[in-house]
Every structure is written in structure tokens, then in C-alpha cells.
């Protein structure tokens, strides 16, 4: 089976998996969603292993299941509060980086407001670095967590019609899988308002583009929302709220136009009453929206075992 080979001793983006690797992972994580669904939820993959969780920016899901997919794996999980750290005494993100790395831990996950901070922190250390989300220009274990949500509800992604709707330009999730999606096979719409769209996007990058959510989501097979990601935006993009959600809310009235069986996907937080309509959100027959937090912690299990093969076959 593939593993994630030298190269990639970092999980840094999906543009640097090969797609045996993203196979392999999704693979990998299928087997350990079984686990997680045990009692007895414990392996000793990573016992002796050390993982530093390192968030600059808030998270619910990111976090804790990273937290639990490196205890379920006997790995000893250290979660690093940046706000009581000598970050906040005007430490550097290098020094940072260099300070951790002088403890030997063998994985830091990591999460910072700023694109290419990961990767950037990534070349100042010894041990394999995963980005937990980087400003708007990747969420890697986000893009496979949903991948795994669609092929385990769907049976594959090859064919099927994806359609992702809402704030792509500040989207790191929907950079990550539109590279993903694209690369295993699916057709990608993006739906969204002209001033919600990154600009240059387009056909080049495997993509089709709506400013109407009916068309957009015409024949669709998985419609997966976006919350507006105010903390990343300067200035306004949407007139107001209320309009924002006439036009591109996800009501069950939009979602019509979609297929009968259409899967509803969402990475969270959501925000009710902007991007979706709490109902279609809530409903247990069409909504993946918490098969998507499940599947989160498995992909991360999968990942943090790929990326520390090679020290337990040196052991
Ligand atoms: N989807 C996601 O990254 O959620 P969190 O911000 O809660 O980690």
C-alpha cells in the first residue's frame, strides 16, 4: 500500500499528495472509522511518540480530533494554548518553531491565520509538520475527511457532481477540495456571488462557475455549504445578511433543483440562517454534516500514522 513517501514528510496541502497517497489515506482512515466506533478505541501505533498541537487560531473540530486521533493512537498529545504562550510576549512564529523542536517531539500539527505560515514553520524543525489549515490556502485533513464522507455514503467520487457554494474566496476548504475532487474524479461547480469568487478562477483549474444557486445546483449529487469567513475578509462582500440568504442560502426550495438523494455537507462551524437554513442542516436522511466530524478524527488517525511509518520501521 502507499504510504506518504520522503518528500512528503509533511501533510502541508493536498497539491503535494500524489493520488495513490490520497488513496492510501482514505483507505487507511476507511479501517480506522471501525475503531472509533469501538469501546476499546485504543492502539499503540505512536506509543513513545510526541505530538504538539499548535493552534493560532480557534478551533472546535480541528483540534480535538486531532487531539483524539493521537491518543487513540498512543501517541502523548500536547496542546499548546498560544494565548498563555511567549507567543504572546512577542515571540516569533521561527523561534516558536525552533523552541518546540528542540523538545523532539515527531509530529506538530498546525493552524495560523497566515497562507504559507505552515510551510514556512515547517522548514525550521526536525519532525514531520501537518497544516490544520493555513489562512485561505489549505485544510489538507478537511478535503479528506469529506472525501471519505462521500465515498462512504456514495460508494465513489469518480462522476459524481459536486457542487460547493458560498464563500470560495476566502476558503482554504474549498481550495483543498477542488484540488482534491478534481484529482479523484468528481466535476466541481463553484457557486457563489461574483465577490465571493477568487479571482482567475475558472475551466483552467477543472472548475465550473454559477452566481445562481438553482442552476448551480442543478443535477447536483453533494452540495457542500460555506459559511461567510468574516475574520478573513476586509471590507464587505455581501449587501446583508438577509440577502445574502434569499440568494444563497440552502433551503430545501434551492436544494430542489438538486438531486432527489443529494447529500448535504458542511465543514463547520455553520452559521444558521446565512449560508443554510438550520432545517435541511438537521435532517438525518440527507445531511453528512456530522458523518463529516466523525470521519474527521479517522482521516486524522490515517495521517498521523502515514507520516510516522518510516520511525517505527527505523525502530
Ligand atoms: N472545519 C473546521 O476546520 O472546523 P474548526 O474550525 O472547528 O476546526
Known sequence: MATISAPHRHLLGIASLATEEIEALLETADGFVDLNRRSDKKLALLRGLTQINLFFESSTRTRTSFE?????????????????????KGETLIDTAMTLNAMHPDVLVVRHHDSGAVALLARHV???????????HEHPTQALLDALTIRRRRGRIAGLTVAICGDIAHSRVARSNILLLTRLGARVRLVAPP??????MGPQYGVELFHDMRAGLEGADIVMMLRLQS?????????SLREYFRFFGLTWEKLASARPDALIMHPGP??????????????????????????????????????????????
Open 195 to 200: 465577490t465571493l469568487l477568487p479571482p482567475g
Open 270 to 315: 455553520m452559521n444558521r440562517g446565512v449560508e443554510i437554513d438550520g432545517v435541511v442542516a438537521d435532517d438525518i436522511d440527507r445531511s453528512a454534516i456530522l458523518d463529516q466530524v466523525e470521519m474527521g478524527v479517522a482521516v486524522r488517525m490515517a495521517c498521523l500514522d502515514h507520516l510516522t511509518r518510516h520511525l517505527r520501521e527505523a525502530a
Open 231 to 239: 475574520e478573513r475578509m476586509q471590507g464587505s462582500f455581501v449587501p
Open 126 to 136: 526536525r519532525c514531520a509538520v501537518i497544516n490544520a489549515g493555513d489562512g485561505t
Open 68 to 88: 483524539l486521533a493521537g491518543k487513540r493512537l498512543g501517541a502523548d498529545v500536547v496542546n499548546m494554548s498560544v494565548g498563555a504562550s511567549a507567543i504572546k
